[in-house]
């Protein structure tokens, strides 16, 4: 299995906090991808990067950041939680644009 | 309509029955996955395919690239194999499309 970890792996916060979710890698792997997870949707692709400083939204990003400053290290940022971004959150990475390799997964609550 | 359907929702078995998954898509791809999420959240791939059938233990995968569907057979089902399995495509962007997920239990 892919080093692929996420922190923290729970957080309860309050709406209107900023929030940051970690997402680590040792594979070297140059694709990450941000997914949501919610019942009735299934996963739904928030942001990915395919290199270091380079990324783009995907289908859920409103309300959502990501930076990459480095190949093993992709963040994803509520600006301002709301309680519509209760969710569980998984990264994934991969080595090449299909194979991809998820992360534990965060569960965020927001009050 | 979504991208990617999957069928049945639910799926309840008894042990040792052969069960079918389906997943049928509505966008050109360059290949489809299986994944299998337990009860615990981690999720695991079981299969990535483009053409044909992959077989891994118990589990097979089939894809008809014509017909836009694919099927995840599980022979002598086990009660370990309850999970949810999820099918995905490769997007333009190289993330999945997900379907919503099928959620097999099995019985002992």
């Known amino acids: 299995d892919a080093g692929i970890t996420q922190s923290p792996r729970h957080k309860v916060t309050e709406t209107g906090t900023p929030v940051t979710l970690r997402c680590h890698q040792t594979?070297?792997?140059?694709?990450m991808y941000w997914y949501r997870q919610d019942p009735g949707h299934g996963l739904r692709l928030i942001h990915y990067s395919y290199g270091v400083k380079d990324t783009d939204k995907g289908e859920v990003s409103d309300g959502y950041s990501v930076s990459r400053s480095k190949t093993e290290d992709f963040l994803l940022t509520l600006e301002s939680a709301t309680s519509s971004q209760t969710s569980v959150y998984f990264c994934?990475?991969?080595?090449?644009?299909?194979?991809?390799?998820f992360g534990p997964g965060t569960r965020l609550t927001v009050l | 309509k979504n991208e990617v359907e999957q069928s049945p929702q639910n799926l309840t078995a008894q042990e040792g029955e052969f069960i079918t998954i389906n997943c049928s898509y509505s966008?050109?791809?360059?290949?489809l996955h299986w994944l299998q999420q337990h009860p615990g959240g981690g999720i695991v791939s079981l299969f990535m395919?483009?053409?044909g059938k992959k077989k891994h233990g118990r589990l097979i995968a089939t894809i008809n690239i014509q017909e836009k569907h694919s099927s995840l057979h599980i022979t002598a089902s086990h009660p370990r194999d309850s999970a949810v399995y999820i099918c995905a495509v490769s997007g333009s962007q190289g993330n999945l499309i997900f379907g919503k997920g099928t959620k097999l239990s099995v019985k002992p």
């Open positions: 994934a990475t991969s080595g090449d644009p299909d194979t991809q390799y």
């Open positions: 966008v050109g791809i360059s290949a």
């Open positions: 594979e070297n792997h140059r694709y």
């Open positions: 395919l483009s053409s």
